[in-house]
């Protein structure tokens, strides 16, 4: 069994040539680098990608009615334009916080589109904790109030 691969592990793009042997061991060829090794051997047999996504947000309702019960005189928070950070954002970025394994990737995206994050949330804040039993978490890349 054979597969080609391009090497991501640095600006060389070597392109590899990997050739699995009768010993379960592989054969590399083609890297310029040690790295490029290791990583044809991770992508043969297990490969692994970062995730990125964005969940749903949800804004705090801040509309007011006037007195004869129109709607008017407020926006919701997500509508407003006084220039804070987030302020017309719907959708919150998201990312693993390492390389997902990539027969699990369509599941965890499944995860990520029916999260709803609650606003605000800072970078960093876990969203999902231990993804599908891996480990690895999911979380925000932007702070948004």
Same mark, same amino acid.
């Given at each position: ?16 040539? =990997? ?8 054969? =590399? ?6 790295? *490029? ?10 490969? /692994? ?33 006084? *220039? ?17 394994? /990539? ?13 709803? =994050?609650?606003?605000? =949330? /800072? ?23």
């Amino acid at each position: 069994m054979s597969k080609d691969l391009v090497c991501i592990t640095c600006p060389l793009g070597c392109r590899l040539s =990997v050739e699995l042997g009768a010993d379960g061991e592989i054969a =590399v060829a083609g890297n310029r680098c040690p790295r *490029g090794a290791v990583y044809a051997r991770e992508e043969f047999f297990s490969p /692994k990608r970062v995730v990125t996504a964005s969940a749903r947000a949800a804004f705090a309702d801040i509309s007011t009615k006037a007195a004869d019960g129109s709607q008017d005189l407020g926006r919701s928070l997500g509508e407003r334009s006084s *220039g804070a950070i987030g302020a017309s954002i719907r959708r919150v970025p998201v990312r693993s916080t390492a390389p997902f394994p /990539k027969e699990l990737v369509a599941d965890l995206l499944r995860e990520i589109y029916a999260l709803t =994050v609650g606003i605000p =949330v /800072k970078s960093g804040a876990i969203l999902i904790s231990n993804a599908l039993g891996t480990g690895i978490d999911v979380i925000a890349t932007r702070t948004v109030r």
